[in-house]
């Protein structure tokens, strides 16, 4: 049984997704650890409501070294705001992945997180936006792509409502995404997913 540890900064609604899709049996794995970089995340809630152990750690040393000693196998990013370290990137290498709210390799990069992601996307114009899944590399949102969904946007949506639609897509290929892991489907070659 894979042995998953989400890492997390706020609401946690993509944590929650994950759960709930461990529970119905559809991902074959077991979310052994939440860490949260922020106290307050309420992320850490809801990995409490469900009998997970959350942790809040700040130090990447310390974070290395608790997935270590849990014997932790696939790291999801379930937005997480804090930068992780190059040695975890390492030691997890296609072992990491992250939920990032546009079709990458658009709106994505330094500071494209949450609102900013969907007002830049408005702001362009964009008659469609959507989500991706993605194995974790040193360049930020740079590594292979495992998942893409669109949404269509409209003249008359807003970036909060744009974030909206594109959070119902996120809960679906997330767990997706990490349901391939698990059945270990996905495969790397030259920088590219291959769904086997
Ligand atoms: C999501 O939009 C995700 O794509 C991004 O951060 C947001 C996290 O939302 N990385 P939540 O905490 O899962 O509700």
């Given at each position: 049984m894979v042995k998953i540890a989400v890492l997390i900064s706020g609401s946690g609604s993509n944590l929650q997704s994950l759960i709930d899709n461990v529970r119905n049996g559809y991902i074959n794995g077991e979310?052994?650890?939440?860490?949260?970089?922020?106290p307050s995340a309420y992320g850490l809630q809801r990995a409490n409501d469900a009998g997970i152990k959350?942790?809040?750690?700040?130090?990447q040393n310390e974070l290395l070294k608790t997935l270590k000693d849990e014997n932790i196998d696939l790291?999801?990013?379930?937005g997480y705001l804090a930068i992780v370290s190059s040695e975890i990137i390492h030691e997890y290498h296609?072992?990491?992945?992250?939920?990032?709210?546009?079709?990458?390799?658009?709106?994505?990069g330094k500071g494209?997180?949450?609102?900013?992601?969907?007002?830049?996307?408005?702001?362009?114009?964009?008659?469609?936006?959507?989500?991706?899944?993605h194995f974790v590399s040193e360049e930020v949102?740079?590594?292979?792509?495992?998942?893409?969904?669109?949404?269509?946007?409209?003249?008359?949506?807003?970036?909060?409502?744009?974030?909206?639609?594109?959070?119902?897509?996120?809960?679906k290929i997330l767990p997706k995404a990490v349901k391939l892991y698990?059945?270990?489907?996905?495969?790397?070659?030259?920088?590219?997913v291959k769904i086997k």
């Open positions: 979310i052994k650890l939440v860490v949260s970089s922020s959350g942790l809040c750690i700040k130090d790291i999801v990013l379930a296609n072992r990491i992945i992250n939920i990032h709210p546009s079709l990458i390799p658009s709106f994505c494209f997180y949450g609102l900013h992601v969907h007002k830049a996307a408005m702001k362009r114009g964009v008659k469609v936006s959507g989500a991706t899944v949102d740079g590594g292979p792509i495992i998942l893409q969904e669109s949404i269509d946007v409209s003249d008359c949506d807003t970036p909060e409502m744009m974030q909206k639609k594109v959070l119902t897509i996120e809960h698990c059945d270990n489907k996905l495969e790397v070659i030259d920088e590219r």
